[in-house]
């Protein structure tokens, strides 16, 4: 099996240490009931250095502090400033989900590098990454949100008496209420090995490729500030499109990466999904991705969407393809509005 990168950690060759920010809070609030083993804290580390999600600025970092709970069980927090909830015309203001995976991808490194042992130059490799949030969850257009993750892990490899792989179950809760879940697993490997693995294409792509023109639809219709958010090209059928990748778009390419992140693929599922649903209202829910392949940036990816489903509730089933292979499949399900 392939995988898409997590994204690599920019600037970072040869460093095997983690950063570390620590501190002493309270007891966090968290979703479930602790187990007997859970109930010796261990100390609250406050503060969240960006190597440690692999980001090239502190401002994007969206995790704030993480604690162990038990030997596989840790709360981490979260806060999405002002901002970034999301329009939908006559269904009031929903949380961005862009932002959503981007957080459990920023919870999901964090643990891998420090409480896992990860190090910092290796290739994390993403096998799976599913996520849901709830669509009556109200979107605060004015006020940061505050977020508890509850997270238990599970290690799926080792070498030399170490992890080499974790499988990750997340609990989201806000203000007391639970809004999202999330699972996703992922490997890491030596940038020795990742060099064999990727061959000719172990070298991360600096230079802007060509991009589709012109933009399927206005930013708007996607909850997009501008045509660099969109990650889909038409074609000549209205459930297929070409790949977008957009350096522009720092959200998704926060720093050069050798092929296209895993998040940028699921991004561009979600916003083929909402235009297969148009003129009508779809509102994304639940999100699972499975990686077959590597996407490459020199040849173009096609997308082709399908929907099944029942009234009042769609599935959206997107599919990438790449030289005639499948790269990654991706169902988004969620309330439909005709």
Partial sequence: MSYALLSPNPGLTHRTGAPEASGTLGTLH???????CDRVLAPVH????????????????????RQRLGAHRFAVTAAWPAGTSVPRPGHGTHHDTRVAAQTIRQAALLLAHAEYGAP??????????????????????????ALDIDVTAEET???AGRPTGVHLRMTVTSAGRAV???????????????????????????VQPPLPAPVPVAPAALGRTGPHQITLGPTDR??????????????LYDHPVDHVPGLALIDAAQQAATLVTAPHTFLPADTRTTFDRYVEFDRPCHLTARTT??????????????DGERVFRTTVTGPFHP
């Fill in 30 to 36: 968290l979703s479930g009931t602790p187990s007997v």
């Fill in 46 to 65: 406050v503060g969240v250095a960006k190597e440690l999600v692999h980001l090239s600025y502190e401002d994007a970092v969206l995790c704030t502090s």
């Fill in 120 to 145: 910092l130059a290796h290739a994390v490799l993403l096998r799976t990454f599913d996520f849901a949030i709830d669509p009556a969850w109200p979107g605060s257009p004015d006020r940061p949100t």
């Fill in 157 to 159: 490899g080792h070498r």
């Fill in 180 to 206: 999202g879940t999330a699972d996703t697993a992922f490997d890491w490997i030596p940038p020795a090995v990742y060099r064999r693995l990727r061959g000719d294409y172990a070298r991360a792509v600096d």
């Fill in 238 to 251: 209205p459930d297929r499109w070409v790949l977008r990748t957009d350096f522009s778009d720092t959200v």
């Fill in 309 to 322: 489903g029942t009234r009042g509730t769609l599935t959206v089933e997107v599919t990438g393809h790449q």
